[in-house]
T-cell receptor, first 112, second 112 residues
Framework: DSGVTQTPKHLITATGQRVTLRCSPR?????VYWYQQSLDQGLQFLIQ???????AKGNILERFSAQQFPDLHSELNLSSLELGDSALYFC???????????FGPGTRLTVL | GQQLNQSPQSMFIQEGEDVSMNCTSS?????WLWYKQDPGEGPVLLIA?????ELTSNGRLTAQFGITRKDSFLNISASIPSDVGIYFC????????????FGSGTQLTVLP
C-alpha cells in the first residue's frame, strides 16, 4: 500500500459524458501527478500540481482538466468522453516539487 | 520528444533463472528509474540511478546506468513466482522527477 488513494476503482460511462476521478496523496506529500495508461500509448504523464498550483503539463487533452484543493487532494475531470479515453488513470504523489513518486492503485475508466 | 525503447517486450522464464532487460534512449538522461507493476496495482519504484556508470542493487535486483547515459539494464537473479509483473524503465526530464517518461514495459512470466 503506497498510501495514495484513488476513487472510484472502476468507472463505466458512455461517450459524451463527464467524469471526475479523485486522488488523495500520501500524508505530507505536496505534489500530485496524473498519468494515463492505455494499451496503445502506454503510461503517459498528464499533469502535476504542487501545493495547489499547476507545475508541469504533459500530453493532456483540452477536454481534460485537473485541480488540487487546499487539503491537497486532487481531481481529474474528463469531459466529452470518447471510446479512446478508456484507460487506467493513475495518481502519484511526492513530498516535494520533485522526487520519488508513489503511485496509487488507479481508476479503470471504461467508455462505452 | 525523447523516446525510451525497452526490450524484450515479454519474457517467459523458469523459476530460479536469472533475467535481464534493458532500455535505450535517443537522448542523454540524468536519471534512470526502474518500476514494477503488479496486476491491478500502480507502479512501484524498484531502483533509482542518478550517475553514469552507477550500479545499484536492491535484493535480487541489480540495475546499471550506462556510461553513455543513453541506456540502462535491470537484472533479476534467481527468479521467484512473485517476480511476475510488468517492469518499466522511466526517466525524468532535465534531472527533475516532475514528468516521468516510461518505456513500453517488459512483461515477465515465471514458470514453476
Amino acid at each position: 500500500d503506497s498510501g495514495v488513494t484513488q476513487t472510484p476503482k472502476h468507472l463505466i460511462t458512455a461517450t459524451g459524458q463527464r467524469v471526475t476521478l479523485r486522488c488523495s496523496p500520501r500524508s505530507g506529500d505536496l505534489s500530485v501527478y496524473w498519468y494515463q495508461q492505455s494499451l496503445d500509448q502506454g503510461l503517459q504523464f498528464l499533469i502535476q500540481y504542487y501545493n495547489g498550483e499547476e507545475r508541469a503539463k504533459g500530453n493532456i487533452l483540452e477536454r481534460f482538466s485537473a485541480q488540487q484543493f487546499p487539503d491537497l487532494h486532487s481531481e481529474l475531470n474528463l469531459s466529452s468522453l470518447e471510446l479512446g479515453d478508456s484507460a487506467l488513470y493513475f495518481c502519484a504523489s511526492s513530498v516535494a516539487d520533485e522526487g520519488e513518486q508513489f503511485f496509487g492503485p488507479g481508476t479503470r475508466l471504461t467508455v462505452l | 520528444g525523447q523516446q525510451l525503447n525497452q526490450s524484450p517486450q515479454s519474457m517467459f522464464i523458469q523459476e530460479g533463472e536469472d533475467v535481464s532487460m534493458n532500455c535505450t534512449s535517443s537522448s542523454i538522461f540524468n536519471t534512470w528509474l526502474w518500476y514494477k507493476q503488479d496486476p491491478g496495482e500502480g507502479p512501484v519504484l524498484l531502483i533509482a540511478l542518478y550517475k553514469a556508470g552507477e550500479l545499484t542493487s536492491n535484493g535480487r535486483l541489480t540495475a546499471q546506468f550506462g556510461i553513455t547515459r543513453k541506456d540502462s539494464f535491470l537484472n533479476i537473479s534467481a527468479s521467484i513466482p512473485s517476480d511476475v509483473g510488468i517492469y518499466f524503465c522511466a526517466d525524468s526530464i532535465s534531472g527533475s522527477a516532475r514528468q516521468l517518461t516510461f518505456g513500453s514495459g517488459t512483461q515477465l512470466t515465471v514458470l514453476p
